[in-house]
């Protein structure tokens, strides 16, 4: 569940052409480091990370890592030959100290699907001698018992302990590298995801440590980071603090929301209670340019930057891109009405640096609607980004007239529905489970989930089934059908509910992809006074299927059009009130 709901830092169009040329951050000569010292840079990287999550001397009193990286770069990059790269190696491995003798064994019951360790036994860099000594660190798992950067809390959830350099706004060229190297080792060894990342992990430190050394203007810098954490593709892998980024770019939105259906970019939602300005358009309108570039131009820009699991995430988060600017800039948009092709002008009166805690939730996912309990007939409805615990008792007497129940979940959840859940259905027998014996199921089990081991790194473990026990499961459940509706704005905390409530007979699920990111978020800091976030746990069904990359499945698809979001319809709702009333 989405634990810290802290903004992440987007770019917007506003002086983009300016700053970013024909790709954006991208400030890069023409000329490129040596392959050979790009490599050297990628071993060294490989073996200070290994060296800080595996011996045991990181224990050692008042030792900086940190430092000990940026005092030995320089040599590092001067070293012209094996044997005096080879003395850096070894002076890193001096300054733990010896290593303990004995082996520890690898528990069974871990996941070795994120362990890759090849390199140790094939990296060219490495010579015979210092490859054993590292195999034997390796096979030792001697893992300090306090460490100075890594603990996991009494949940089991892991939590990093690293110096952010907020005085750096763009940091020296060590600082930037040790950014990267920071970064790709704790991924390399606790991302619950490392095996779904999709581009091989290593070719990915490769490929950004010239980029790194490179970036030397402080919007390069800030922009690369984003970048990096983009390879990620996890809804969860937002970047917070840049001032740098925020100061030059803007942190202001004219109060609309926009979306991509059928292949054009269209005004979804207009906050007339944001503004009291009459605002010149309308929803349905085709936003067609922005400040007079083309937008699918400048989705296309903007795509490196944005982490997403999801095609349905990544398309959502890449259209705040076209809005945000300067407070005191309008915003130029050209839009295709009913009636014609108009350049409107709207001022961005929404501030996001004051869209916190719930405003914050409501801007980005919609959580306020004004209607979030609705009775037909014979059916109820209930929006469970707006609906309140305090309104559970005076909703569920009135919900057990009706035939039909229609949950939506297009929205970050506004509290716990746990009395809400409890009137439902129980949940049929559990499937088939990944990895699991049929003896060590209790109750109901809904979902499945990875954390990654603190003294094992590279190891991930399953938890315990999560259940519905049956003492929350009333006699007198609701008796009607469960129709869940769902969309890209369905994340973490939301997908989570529909994950639950999909382990129930008879409950579908109706809409579109979903952002495909729930679960805990960790946070990193990172120098310049960043802070980033990833997945901290890895969500999975009780049959082992995924949710990362993949989002809930809808047993009904149904993806909204251009023509009913000008009719004023909610076809999602449509479709699902269609289905209960099928006899």
Known sequence: MLTRSRLWTLLPLTGLLLLLGSRVGQATPSASPPAALTQRLATFAQVWGFLKYHHPGMARPHLDWDSVLVRQLPQVQAARTPAAFHVQVARLLSVLGPPPTTARAV???????????????????????????????????????????????????????????????????????????RYWNIIQYYYPYKYAIGTPWPSVLRTFIPRFQQATTAPAYHLLVLELVAQL??????????????????????????????????????????????????????????????????????????????????????????????????LALTVRTRTGVRTVRLARSLSILSLRSASYKTYFFGMNPRDTTHLWRRFGYLHLGGLQETQLPSVLPQLARTRGLILDLRAYPSASVGSLLAALPPAAAPVRRLGLRADSVAAIGWARSTV?????????????????????????????????????????????????????????????????????????PLPGGLETYYSGVGMYYPDGGETQRRGIVPNLVVTPTVAGLQAGRDEVLDRAVAYLQQP
């Open 233 to 330: 593709h996890d809804t969860h892998a937002f970047l917070y603090g840049s001032t740098v980024l925020s100061a030059q770019l803007g942190d202001y939105y004219p109060p609309l929301e926009l979306t991509q259906l059928e292949g054009q970019v269209v005004v979804a939602q207009v906050y007339r209670d944001a503004t009291p300005a009459v605002l010149p358009v309308q929803v349905g309108d085709v936003v067609l340019q922005a400040n007079g570039v083309a937008v699918q131009q400048i989705l296309t820009r903007y795509q490196p930057y944005v982490a997403a699991s999801t095609p349905a995430a990544l398309q959502r988060d890449l259209l705040r891109f076209v809005l945000r600017g300067q407070a005191q800039d309008s």
């Open 107 to 181: 528990p069974p019951e871990l996941l070795p699907r994120n362990v890759d360790v090849g390199w140790l036994t094939h990296d060219p860099l490495l010579s015979p001698a210092l490859r054993q000594q590292l195999m034997q660190l390796w096979q030792q798992h001697a893992f300090p018992a306090v460490h100075p950067t890594v603990t996991e809390t009494a949940a089991g959830l892991l939590e990093h302990h690293e110096r952010a350099y907020p005085d750096m706004v763009l940091p020296a060229e060590a600082y930037r590298l040790l950014t990267l190297f």
């Open 452 to 524: 990654p081991t603190l003294t094992y790194p590279g190891y991930t473990r399953w938890t315990p089934l999560a259940t519905l026990a049956p003492s929350t499961r009333r006699p007198a459940s609701y008796p009607g059908q469960v129709v869940v509706l769902v969309n890209e704005k369905t994340q973490s905390y939301g997908e989570t509910l529909a994950m639950l409530l999909q382990a129930r007979p008879g409950v579908v699920i109706v809409g579109s992809q979903t952002a495909g990111a729930n679960g805990n978020i960790v946070p990193v």
